[in-house]
């Protein structure tokens, strides 16, 4: 509900508004903490599937620490961009940018067990994606026919369904302990079932801003839980330094076709769910529509600030949700206040023992917050699917994209004989499942007959319309 104390029912809702600093302030750091696990911790989970991130004991693991500083200063840079704005680019809106969880699925094949040498593919792929990506904001509004919420809820879904795996493993003790007598353990599980329970509790049983930071103060109640049994380690953070500025090409460059179509593709889906970002914040914040002109700013926005992020060692940007949720709830609309965040973002990211501290965060804690944010992401994909209307054309759709895309997703070596390329892009699960399901509805008729599928839905006809009784 909105603070009539902040500004008038108008000023709350005018973008441009600045609040007064003793109000702004608080909320801008809202903002930041609403999303804070959320933006560090693709960086985590690609470092640990390259081999030097929680438990490797890699002489790289400082290069985790690193990533995850550059994933809160270019998230607070590629926030300025949108809520300030440089000439056509930014959308001049309360939108806050962070590390997009959508590319962890195309991002994790490629670096599996390859160390620190195979970042500098993926800072490829995301400079080239993150440039595709903005191209996309001179013609976004005309291809968003090709992505109805058969495709976007699909693809959604199919992340989820590809990282819930991840957090199964962190809670049991990461990959490194796979094979132990510790993974698995009842220490672990204890530890990672504190983390989901206090989460649980404060997400349905507080109001405001706890119930919104329900996963990050669920994780710091499991830290204190784990620094009591004695599982956290300062020993990186004495080490880390107080200040320290982006490192051009940190990780270095490198090109290759399975990077470049891999993050293109995604760029394709992340830039439409950035347009729904921007519908969502002006109609909950503003009572209207967004304009052209706000939605190809924020997709310009969204490319180069993952573009910029590349160059300098961090993962792809997008809008993220939850802060849109945020504005809604809050009631205030002004840009000025996220741009606060932004700032607050920045100087987190030029301070290295912030990452080191994050990086003290036993993984079995991050796992239990990882298990219920991906979790999440899947309940989003589903949400979106509702509003599908479940003919027996759009079952059949859906049952062939799933099919594939997450058949393919479980058992990999079913394509072996492909070329290493096209192995990497089609066992993600999810561009297969994305491309067949936008080729199928772009060409399949409108209508299918009943008795069509009843011979291979085994009784299960589905009756929906993706619509609410009375609608």
Known sequence: MADTTIGTAAQLRDPNYTPPLAKAVPLGIQHVLAMFVSNVTPAIIVCGAAGFGFGSNSPDFPQMIYMIQMSMFFAGLATLIQTIGVGPVGARLPIVQGTSFAFLPVMIPLVAGKGVDAV??????????GLFHATLG????????????????LVVTMIGLALVKVGIQYAAGGVPAIGTEEYGSALNWFVASVVILVTLGLKFFARGMISVSAVLLGLLVGYGVAWALGMVNFGNVGNAASFALPNPLHFGIEFSVAAIVGFCLMSFVSAVETVGDVSGITKGGAGREATDKEIEGATYADGLGTAVSGLFGALPNTSFSQNVGLIAMTGVMSRHVVTIGGIFLILCGLVPKIGAIISTVPIEVLGGGVIVMFGMVVSAGISMLSDVNWNRRNMVIFAIALSLGLGLQLEPDAL????????????????????????????????????????????????????????
């Not at 976004?140 to 809820?153: C, E, H, K, N, S």
């Open 138 to 153: 001179l013609f976004i509004g005309r291809i968003r026919f090709a992505l109805p919420p058969l495709v976007t809820g």
């Open 120 to 129: 500098a593919v993926l800072m490829g792929g995301i400079v080239v994606g």
């Open 416 to 471: 072996q004989h492909l070329p290493q390329t096209l192995k990497v892009l089609a066992t993600s699960g999810i561009l297969p499942a994305a491309l067949i399901a936008i080729v199928l509805n772009l060409v399949l008729p409108e209508e299918l007959a009943d008795e069509a599928t009843e011979e291979v839905s085994g009784g299960l006809a589905g009756k929906g319309t993706g619509s609410m009784p009375g609608e």
